[in-house]
């Protein structure tokens, strides 16, 4: 099981020192991945009366692509999105970026898409929110020809693309797509269409039913299951036997990889949130040195 960290956006602001700071130390304590969540504007609450979104125009958040520009430079570390919300944004354009980014981090980029639960976001992007479900299956399948074919016409009921192609194309072709989602039909279209996926909740019969979904989905698309891989996220809280054991339980539930997230868990600054995946990393025997 591969381990890696949840880049902490709301909680690690602007300062470029810090960023740079947290992506070398976690290649350095041992982890092999690094995830971003993605969000491009916030709401105003005040404008937006009754607002219940988890994040607002006071979080912060780097934009993905851009950022893992940066710490390909920097870093060795495998950079995972977790998850894009594809359909807000132009399918031919994240292709491009994916292709890019792919391209100078020599081959290290997952690809996590989702469709997002923000309308305000949808609307500044101006992208169809009731649509995404169905837009989503056509962006994957065009992007995977983007990145395999030099030149492609393709005609679906979102897109037209005629005789264009990417150059440079990306090192994987196609790049790894893999999927979020928290519902049946998100379970049933990661089964059918994704490299990997993410679930939304903790090992145990909710985990157990969801997998059961994406493997009959994936084995009735003529897929290998076993084939998929499924990243799990554990939070840090302080106690490292608890990371431990919840770390035990993502890979006895089949977990290719794993995500330590230190957001929320009270830490102040970057410093503090390299301090805690230094305890994680102990823990969890990461350290060789």
Do not use: C
Not at 23 to 42: I, K, P, S, T, W
Not at 151 to 157: E, L, N, P, R
Not at 178 to 196: C, I, K, M, T, V
């Amino acid at each position: 099981m591969r381990i890696g960290v949840v880049f902490p956006q709301t909680e690690i602001g602007a300062d470029v020192g810090a960023v740079r700071a947290y992506g070398q130390a976690a290649e350095e304590l041992g982890f092999r991945h690094l995830m971003a969540y993605d969000h491009v504007v916030g709401a105003d609450p005040a404008v937006h009366q009754g607002w219940q979104g988890p994040y607002d125009l006071r979080s912060t958040f780097h934009e993905p692509m851009v950022l893992f520009g940066y710490l390909a430079a920097l870093t060795s570390l495998e950079l995972v999105t977790g998850v894009i919300i594809l359909p807000q944004r132009q399918t031919v354009l994240v292709a491009k970026q994916a292709a890019e980014v792919d391209l100078l981090s020599a081959g290290r980029l997952r690809l996590g898409v989702g469709l997002g639960w923000n309308q305000v976001e949808y609307e500044a992007l101006g992208q169809d929110f009731t649509t995404r479900g169905r837009r989503i299956e056509e962006q994957v399948g065009l992007m995977r020809r983007l990145w395999t074919e030099e030149s492609v016409t393709f005609g679906g009921a979102f897109h037209r693309v005629t005789g264009a192609g990417l150059a440079p194309l990306p090192v994987r072709r196609p790049i790894p797509v893999w999927f979020g989602g928290q519902s049946p039909p998100a379970y049933r279209r990661a089964g059918r269409l994704a490299d990997g996926w993410f679930p939304q909740m903790s090992p145990g019969p909710d985990l157990d039913a969801a997998k059961a979904m994406v493997e009959e989905a994936a084995a009735q698309a003529g897929r290998d299951p076993a084939t998929l891989g499924m990243e799990g996220r554990v939070s840090w809280t302080g106690d490292a036997g608890d990371l431990v054991a919840s770390a035990r339980r993502w890979r006895e539930s089949g977990a290719t990889h794993l995500a330590v997230n230190t957001m929320k868990a009270g830490l102040r600054s970057a410093d503090e949130h390299i301090g805690a995946l230094a305890a994680a990393a102990d823990a969890l025997g990461l350290r060789t040195g």
